[in-house]
């Protein structure tokens, strides 16, 4: 499947501060879609990135699409103790049916 | 409710006992498939099947084999369990074989193979 590269591995922040997660391909991407996992739980989706430069918002959370389609990010503004987790990058593969997990973000936000 | 559901949630067994893992979902989706997840190892992709009769290989498939004799069901068997498949398991599906659909976990299967 399509590889990518996930940074970082954790991430400890305060409650209020912001937080980054990237995905960097080598190659170029189709689409790229992000899940985001609770501890315990299972991966949920949240967003899927299509177009060169695309940035999409959902409350405190950015997602974009590099112009070159071969790196994203996932930006939380303001993070809270409900946004703990661990956050994934999914590309399609080239044969578009792959969806491959990137290795995941752990957040962990101390109140 | 739309789901996908899996069972048992957690099983632990000893080497070499076959087993079966259920999967099971109920939106009519074409596409499944079954991740194993490990720690920093992130989510890896065992098999996958398009459609019914239809499986293919993921990253890792050595040691499982699956079947989809129907749609809402696809199963994944160990016929031979190993310790290196002590594993999380998350078995998946979404509407089609493309992946601009969105995909939907189960809750998970913890095995532990001792």
């Known amino acids: 499947g399509q590889q990518v590269m996930q940074i970082p591995q954790y991430q400890h922040v305060q409650e209020g501060e912001d937080f980054t997660t990237y995905c960097n391909s080598s190659t170029t991407l189709s689409n790229i879609q992000w899940y985001k996992q609770r501890p315990g739980g299972h991966p949920v989706f949240l967003i899927q990135l299509v177009k060169s430069g695309e940035v999409k918002k959902q409350k405190r959370l950015t997602f974009q699409f590099g112009e070159a389609k071969k790196n994203s990010s996932l930006h939380i503004t303001a993070t809270q103790t409900t946004d703990v987790g661990t956050y994934f990058c999914?590309?399609?593969?080239?044969?578009?049916?792959?969806?491959?997990f990137g290795g995941g973000t752990r957040l962990m936000v101390k109140p | 409710e739309a789901q996908v559901t899996q069972n048992p949630r957690y099983l632990i067994t000893v080497t070499g006992k076959k087993l079966t893992v259920t999967c099971s979902q109920n939106m009519n989706h074409e596409y499944m498939s079954w991740y194993r997840q490990d720690p920093g190892l992130g989510l890896r992709q065992i098999y996958y099947?398009?459609?019914?009769?239809?499986?293919d290989k993921g990253d890792v498939p050595e040691g499982y084999k699956v079947s989809r004799k129907e749609k809402r069901n696809f199963p994944l068997i160990l016929e031979s369990p190993s310790p290196n498949q002590t594993s999380l398991y998350f078995c998946?599906?979404?509407?089609?074989?493309?992946?601009?659909?969105?995909?939907?976990f189960g809750p998970g299967t913890r095995l532990t193979v001792t």
């Open positions: 998946a599906s979404r509407r089609a074989a493309l992946s601009f659909y969105e995909q939907y």
């Open positions: 099947s398009m459609n019914v009769e239809v499986t």
């Open positions: 999914a590309p399609l593969g080239n044969a578009g049916n792959m969806l491959t």
